[in-house]
């Protein structure tokens, strides 16, 4: 009998071991849960560096600490008080819902900064455009009122009513806008209110506007409504001037309003003459001559339309009689011809520089065409080019773009280049991954040039300087055995010739013709320019090599030069292949000449056999090895030979006196064309007959 075993645990039912097991489970695959989403969260963490952590971040209060989460209930009531003033932005009307912005909405875009850009603030141009408004009234109908009787007791209140909207606005501009207005004190932008205000109270604007809102319409009361004490409301002419800069600024062709402008200022002086002109006729008595005006008609009219003539100088006027008539006459003639001059000559001036543009495309038109003329050029060529003028002009509206931006300064330049040219150069994948201060560079040395339909853009063998990029229009990869069949169409955005920018060793010829199919538009980028930014960026400078490398192995490396076109029968076989090494040290390096030696010793030999066959063989003669065929001038050959020679040789290749056996040279072509060629030495026997 064996020792008895020691008593253990009592045995566990399955059904414990199996409660057991799972509650142990459930806590493993609980705790492995957690971990996980830990893991997650923080390799999120990592690659996103903005995340916030999956712990719960202290708030910024120091006293209390934060508040448990709500429960889900009270979100949604949450939820439903937030929605409250959403519903308040609703009015209903005609049993429809309008969304309105709220009030503080309007207030916000109401209320004034507390400084005002007067240069960009298109706010500030608008209240200009009011302030204006108020100063020609007062302008044109002060005079009317003093001079002709349109100001009754019937219509009175309408004349004070708008006079008091206008002194209102006057006063608003001085008080609120003025103060607010920024200005640049040596070379900083003053935006402190203080400093704003002491600039516009020392400024002589300053003073023409408080003397402008003086109200010294209360003298009404004393004297009765006379518009002549509203004489001072035309001080405030600066600001006129100030709204007509800034519009003109801001106006896509300032020209238009220059011409209106310009017609204004002839009207008001017309406007004027016209009030003098009424004034001088009731001072001498309405009617009492020829010469005044006569009462009859609408008088304003009549009146001015004696201005036009007199100040135009049209003629066809009644003669003043009175010294009176006669001084006033003489002086509205001067006055007309020096303002009349005086405007015309602001009127070509502002239609002039309107036509500026056109004006130098016409003349360097004329200038090309002359030249043309000049050197019989032939007409297909001169329509191409009178083409190329009129399509330039119509599309971009001058000859060369860069000649705008030559005159600003290098950084508006850049401004300039990256909003219109950056999207299109950042798709290139030559250039992506470099340097963006690179590729800003690179965008102020783009040319834009125009192609016409036809013209050819690059030719295939030529030498690639250039690498294109299409603004507008469309060109055609053109390829097959005639050239003629187009392989692809490239329209705007595409780029093609970045190979060559950076190829080297005869990989910078073009493989392909490139035809504009249109009118097509295009920027170019030059190699030479291109290796001058680089050399700034030596990083960018490596990586693009490497690009361009990947490039020539994915495309196929062009040929080195252009093709040579074969002549005759040899067109139809391959180009063969450079002289085997082998066969050119046999040849002694002297090409065709030693080649002809060679065959010269070969005659030699066979005539000297024949000799030998005619003589009686002697009884008993061993052959002897044939001696190797020699070059003369060749001396360390001679040596080689020699010492060849003297060792001896279990196969020889000749044998002297009578053989059935001849030697063949051949050299054939290799199977694949990088071998070059194959030489072959066989020996056969004769037939005998």
Request: glycine share 6%; proline share 8%.
């Amino acid at each position: 009998q064996g020792p008895t075993p020691p008593a253990g645990p009592p045995p566990v039912s399955p059904s414990q071991a199996r409660v057991v097991n799972e509650y142990t489970e459930a806590q493993l695959q609980d705790i492995v849960k957690k971990i996980r989403e830990r893991t997650s969260a923080y390799k999120e963490k990592l690659t996103d560096p903005v995340m916030s952590s999956p712990e719960g971040s202290p708030t910024a209060c120091k006293k209390k600490p934060p508040p448990p989460p709500p429960p889900p209930p009270k979100e949604e009531k949450k939820e439903e008080g937030e929605a409250k003033p959403e519903e308040d932005h609703y009015c209903d009307m005609l049993c429809c819902k309008f969304k309105k912005p709220p009030l503080k909405e309007y207030l916000k875009m109401m209320a004034l900064p507390d400084s005002i850009d007067a240069y960009t603030d298109r706010r500030y141009v608008a209240w200009l455009l009011i302030i204006t408004i108020a100063y020609n009234w007062n302008c044109w109908f002060i005079p009317l009122r003093c001079v002709f009787p349109v100001q009754r007791e019937s219509n009175i209140v309408y004349w004070i009513l708008v006079d008091i909207v206008c002194d209102i606005c006057y006063i608003c501009d001085l008080v609120v806008f003025q103060p607010r207005i920024q200005f640049v004190k040596g070379g900083d932008i003053i935006t402190d209110k203080v400093e704003m205000k002491k600039h516009y109270r020392s400024s002589l604007k300053f003073r023409l506007d408080l003397v402008s809102v003086i109200p010294f319409d209360v003298l009404y009361f004393i004297f009765g409504f006379y518009p002549v004490f509203r004489a001072n409301k035309m001080l405030k002419h600066l600001t006129f001037f100030e709204f007509n800069d800034r519009l003109e600024g801001i106006l896509d062709k300032a020209y238009i309003y220059r011409v209106i402008r310009t017609t204004g200022y002839l009207l008001f002086i017309l406007h004027i003459n016209a009030c003098i002109y009424y004034w001088a006729s009731d001072f001498e008595g309405i009617g009492s001559t020829k010469w005044v005006y006569d009462g009859k008609g609408n008088m304003y009219l009549r009146c001015y339309y004696w201005a036009v003539r007199t100040l135009i100088t049209i003629g066809g006027l009644a003669e003043p009689h009175t010294l009176f008539e006669i001084i006033f006459q003489l002086l509205n003639f001067f006055m007309g011809v020096f303002v009349f001059s005086s405007l015309i000559g602001q009127m070509r001036d502002v239609i002039g520089a309107a036509t500026a543009g056109q004006n130098y495309y016409r003349a360097s038109m004329d200038n090309t065409v002359s030249y043309m003329n000049t050197y019989t050029i032939p007409k297909v060529v001169q329509n191409r080019v009178r083409t190329w003028y009129e399509y330039t002009w119509d599309s971009q509206g001058m000859l060369d773009e860069s000649e705008l931006l030559e005159q600003m300064p290098a950084k508006m330049q850049l401004a300039i280049a990256v909003d219109v040219n950056f999207a299109i150069v950042n798709k290139v994948d030559l250039f992506k991954g470099c340097d963006t201060q690179m590729i800003y560079d690179m965008l102020l040395r783009l040319k834009s040039i125009v192609y016409l339909p036809g013209d050819f853009v690059c030719k295939k063998g030529e030498i690639g300087r250039e690498m294109y990029i299409i603004k507008q229009g469309e060109v055609q990869v053109l390829g097959g055995p005639d050239g003629t069949k187009v392989l692809v169409t490239l329209r705007a955005g595409a780029v093609f010739g970045e190979i060559s920018l950076l190829a080297a060793s005869g990989g910078n010829r073009r493989t392909a013709n490139v035809v504009a199919h249109g009118f097509a538009n295009l920027f170019i980028l030059d190699k030479k320019t291109l290796n001058e930014i680089l050399v700034h960026y030596p990083d960018s400078e490596k990586l693009l090599k490497k690009k361009a490398k990947v490039l020539l192995k994915e495309k196929g490396k062009p040929t080195e030069g252009p093709p040579v076109q074969a002549r005759g029968m040899a067109s139809f076989f391959a180009p063969k292949s450079e002289t085997p090494k082998l066969f050119k040290a046999m040849l002694g390096g002297a090409g065709k000449g030693g080649l002809a030696m060679l065959l010269k010793l070969k005659r030699e030999q066979a005539a000297q056999e024949k000799i030998e066959e005619q003589k009686p063989e002697p009884e008993e003669k061993k052959p002897e090895p044939a001696p190797e065929p020699t070059i003369p001038p060749k001396t360390s050959v001679q040596k080689e030979e020699q010492i060849a020679a003297s060792e001896p040789s279990p196969k020889p290749v000749l044998h002297r006196g009578t053989t059935n056996k001849s030697l063949i040279i051949t050299m054939t072509p290799a199977p694949t064309a990088a071998e070059g060629e194959i030489l072959t030495v066989e020996v056969k026997e004769k037939r005998q007959e």
